[in-house]
């Protein structure tokens, strides 16, 4: 099975991404994270990407494409993917277009998560993650067991640098006019599904599975 999930910061994309994946035992690839490793590491283009992640903008095209390239072309992705957070532009979701039908592996499916402003904010701004293993958390709605403390492997928890309320503001908007175009690109195409993204963690699973167990996705 190869998907894609589409929608703002904050939507829940990671933590149902992390299900979805164990689920139906694909790779969860997530742009986000992968640029995240890199700054951590202190990479050539880690350091790149930072620039752009601090201020809330999307990291260059050509920088984000080359990895999912050398992600998809993995042994691991052979049997499908998830994608997380990637495309995010026109010039990315061609770059895959591409990349796939070269490989004969078509898209199965694209799933826009849908959630108000409102709650975006709400979510991003009490979103604590994990820095050693990407777990993430949420103050009120989904706290970890010891404050501060990852329940998975037990590092200490932080805000992300880019869920601060200045950049949050900054990602919101570059969504708007960067990634939305996307919605309709992917609709034209046959293969966009919306999902109501309020409510629990489990509410969102059970949506999730009704739409990628339905007959004809492979
Ligand atoms: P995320 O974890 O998906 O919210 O991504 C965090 C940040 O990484 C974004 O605000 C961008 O700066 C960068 N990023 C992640 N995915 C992409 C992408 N597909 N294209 C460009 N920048 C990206």
Redesign the pocket.
Known sequence: MRIIFLGA??VG??TQADFIASKFQIPKI???????ASVAQKTPLGKK?KE??D???????E??IGL?EEKLNSEECQRGFLL??????VA?ADALSRLLAAKQQPLDRVVHFVLSRKEIIKRLSGRRSCPSCSAVYHVEARPPQKEGMCDMCGAMLLQ?S?DRPETIEA?LK?YEQQTTPLIEYYRALGILSELDASGSVEEVQQRLLAILTRPGMA
Not at 55 to 61: E, F, R
Not at 84 to 89: I, L, M, S, V
């Open positions: 910061p904050g994309k990671g997530s742009t986000g994270d992968l640029l995240r990407a752009y992640m201020k809330g903008q999307l990291v260059p095209d920088v984000v999912i997380d957070g990637f495309p995010r532009t990315q992300r880019d990602r570059v």
